[in-house]
């Protein structure tokens, strides 16, 4: 099917509008997480207090001789980790194959814009969900495996409060954690833009406005949920 495809070719169809809606989804997805992880303390987002948390969490698990508790919430943090992996896998898998066989898009389209199915390039259309879902595997796995490094350097603590090492390692097994979070809470924000990505099929209007609810989705659960006032000693 691609083989006698050229990029003019796949690019034909595509406007002015869709450039715009596809530049919004772009925007949104780099600037929204740049902004998530370097937000100002006064207007710190969720992530970024979770953070602290973090570090404390470490702290207090130094000081504790007895460490399941401890182990059973990396491993549940592993086991959450893994299990929105194997979705992404499972949902790419699925674009994959509607991009192999565009009928049931073209049926929809011609329902929705009846004489317009035939102008659509479909499988271009899918390309930003397969790219969101890639990126969100990709940063799935990396969680993952770097929680494991956390849990690792957490089993290397010392039960001794007297070792001058058990500290500085908690304080790494900290960083660890947190950097295991940033790629998942990344892996969660590909998910919801290639959610916004599927509406590009009905039009550049629908992928400008599903961006437009992904970023605002995004944006409310880190900098306006009750989960952050909650963590910052506010009313919920």
Same mark, same amino acid.
């Given at each position: 099917?691609?083989? =006698?495809?050229?990029?003019?070719?796949?690019?034909?169809?595509?406007?002015?509008?869709?450039?715009?809606?596809?530049?919004?989804?772009?925007? *949104?997805?780099?600037?929204?997480?740049?902004?998530?992880?370097?937000?100002?303390?006064?207007?710190?987002?969720? /992530? %970024? #207090?979770?953070?602290?948390? &973090?570090?404390?969490?470490?702290?207090?698990?130094?000081?504790?001789?007895? &460490?399941?508790?401890?182990?059973?919430?990396?491993?549940?943090? &592993?086991?959450?980790? $893994?299990?929105?992996? %194997?979705?992404?896998? +499972?949902?790419?898998?699925?674009? +994959?194959?509607?991009?192999? $066989?565009?009928?049931?898009?073209?049926?929809?389209?011609?329902?929705?814009?009846?004489?317009?199915?035939?102008?659509?390039?479909?499988?271009?259309?899918?390309?930003?969900?397969?790219?969101?879902?890639?990126?969100?595997?990709?940063?799935?796995?990396?969680?993952?495996?770097?929680? *494991?490094?956390?849990?690792?350097?957490?089993?290397?603590?010392?039960?001794?409060?007297? =070792?001058?090492?058990?500290?500085?390692?908690?304080?790494?097994?900290?960083? #660890?954690?947190?950097?295991?979070?940033?790629?998942?809470?990344?892996?969660?924000?590909?998910?919801?833009?290639?959610?916004? %990505?599927?509406?590009?099929? #009905?039009?550049?209007?629908?992928?400008?406005?599903?961006?437009?609810?992904?970023?605002?989705?995004?944006? /409310?659960?880190?900098?306006? %949920?009750?989960?952050? &006032?909650?963590?910052?000693?506010?009313?919920?």
């Amino acid at each position: 099917m691609w083989e =006698d495809v050229t990029l003019p070719a796949l690019l034909a169809p595509l406007t002015l509008w869709d450039a715009g809606a596809l530049g919004l989804l772009a925007l *949104g997805w780099f600037g929204l997480g740049y902004w998530i992880e370097h937000a100002p303390a006064r207007f710190a987002s969720v /992530s %970024s #207090l979770m953070a602290q948390y &973090r570090r404390d969490w470490m702290a207090r698990m130094a000081e504790r001789d007895t &460490r399941i508790f401890d182990a059973q919430i990396i491993a549940s943090l &592993r086991q959450g980790t $893994n299990f929105f992996a %194997s979705t992404c896998v +499972l949902a790419l898998g699925g674009v +994959l194959a509607l991009m192999g $066989n565009t009928e049931p898009l073209t049926m929809l389209a011609d329902e929705i814009a009846p004489g317009h199915a035939e102008d659509l390039a479909f499988q271009v259309r899918l390309m930003p969900v397969v790219v969101f879902l890639t990126t969100a595997f990709l940063r799935f796995v990396w969680a993952s495996r770097v929680f *494991g490094y956390c849990a690792v350097v957490m089993a290397s603590v010392s039960n001794d409060p007297a =070792d001058p090492e058990g500290p500085p390692r908690a304080a790494q097994a900290a960083e #660890l954690n947190i950097r295991a979070a940033a790629n998942f809470n990344r892996g969660l924000r590909g998910m919801y833009f290639a959610l916004a %990505s599927v509406a590009w099929v #009905l039009g550049a209007v629908a992928l400008g406005a599903a961006a437009l609810v992904a970023i605002w989705v995004v944006w /409310s659960r880190e900098f306006a %949920s009750a989960p952050r &006032r909650i963590l910052r000693g506010e009313e919920p």
